[in-house]
């Protein structure tokens, strides 16, 4: 076989690459992880634009913001930290709040008027 060293030779160069930091940090739970979470402060930031606050759950509000101020912390003391969770659950955090804030002002300033 005359195409064994260029196969060879590419199959080194696919190890190489593999073996990349950026590459093995993309392929690892540190960044599909938060990837997964987006979905959450992403829904919570589409629920506030487009619907009204009679749809939101005060409990499950609560849950989230206790949530994301756990894996907030937990984000940054795991070695090594990880970034690009902090940011999805601070972001969900605030999303999270302002939702809140809506269903407070929604149940119990509108009674007072």
């Known amino acids: ?8 030779k590419m199959a080194s160069r696919i190890n190489q690459l593999w073996k990349h930091p950026n590459v093995q940090w993309v392929c690892s739970t540190h960044f599909w992880g938060p990837v997964a979470n987006w979905g959450i402060p992403i829904a919570a930031i589409g629920d506030a634009y487009y619907r009204g606050p009679e749809i939101i759950s005060g409990r499950m ?21 990880n970034w690009l969770l902090f940011s999805c659950h601070a972001t969900n955090e ?20």
């Not at 076989?1 to 060879?8: E, Q, R, V, Y």
Request: overall charge positive; proline content about 6%.
């Open 1 to 8: 076989c005359g195409n064994a060293p260029p196969l060879k």
């Open 61 to 81: 509000t609560t849950a989230l913001c206790i949530y994301s101020a756990l894996f907030m912390r937990f984000s940054i003391v795991v070695k090594p930290r």
């Open 94 to 113: 605030a999303a999270q709040m302002f939702q809140g804030f809506r269903l407070i002002r929604y149940k119990y300033a509108t009674s007072i008027v």
